[in-house]
């Protein structure tokens, strides 16, 4: 591709803690200008928690924009100043899914809906897992009171993620990502603190 794809003016229309909506004016190839809507949003980081069985740790959460509970890994905001990625992640593990893992790498990064948004998310295998002890437990409130953790055979979530039941794109590619990886000798991970 040889157009750059020049952005002429950036205005913001809206913003949250989470994301903001921008529109740009973007001058397309033949030197068209359009507008072009779509949200920026802090990022995200996921955990695929793999356990000496091989079970992979899903949780069931309600989604308020499909209206529906879906099955997600444990999952959540990059929003903590500074904090280090792979920090996030095992701060997102142990607060929706009770564990801590002691080994970690880097699964995979991906761009969930680039068509509306700028969201990254990269996805960790967190292997080595312990439980969280009752008393240090984080408080779940709004749709993580109900989250509940499910271990479900790493294959068995793959034929989920193919059958159409896991639909969560983090989740899909995590369980797929992760059962390519076992089946190469774990050989495509990179080190958790890998730059993106």
């Known amino acids: 591709m040889s157009h750059t794809y020049e952005v002429r003016s950036h205005t913001e229309r809206l913003r949250n803690r989470v994301f903001s909506i921008v529109t740009d004016e973007v001058v397309m190839p ?38 529906t509970v879906l099955w997600e890994l444990p999952a ?7 904090e280090p990625l792979a920090a996030a992640a095992a701060r997102e593990l142990a607060e929706e ?9 880097l699964l995979a990064e991906l761009h969930p809906s680039p068509g509306a948004s700028n969201e990254k998310i990269r996805l960790f295998l967190a292997r080595e897992i ?12 709004h749709e993580e009171a109900e989250l509940e953790l499910h271990w479900i055979d790493l294959d068995e979530a793959v034929g989920m993620a193919l059958a159409g039941e896991i639909t969560n794109a983090a989740a899909a590619c995590g369980v797929l990502a992760a059962a390519r990886a076992r089946d190469r000798g774990w050989s495509t991970l990179r080190p958790a603190s890998a730059a993106t």
């Open 76 to 82: 959540g905001l990059v929003d903590v100043a500074g």
């Open 97 to 105: 899914a009770d564990l801590v893992a002691a080994r970690w790498d």
């Open 30 to 67: 033949g030197g068209e200008v359009v507008t072009r809507d779509y949200m920026v949003h802090v990022g995200a980081v996921g955990v695929v928690a793999l356990d000496a069985d091989g079970r992979v740790a899903l949780v069931r959460q309600y989604r308020p924009a499909v209206r």
């Open 130 to 141: 312990a439980t969280v002890p009752e008393a240090e437990r984080h408080e779940r409130t």
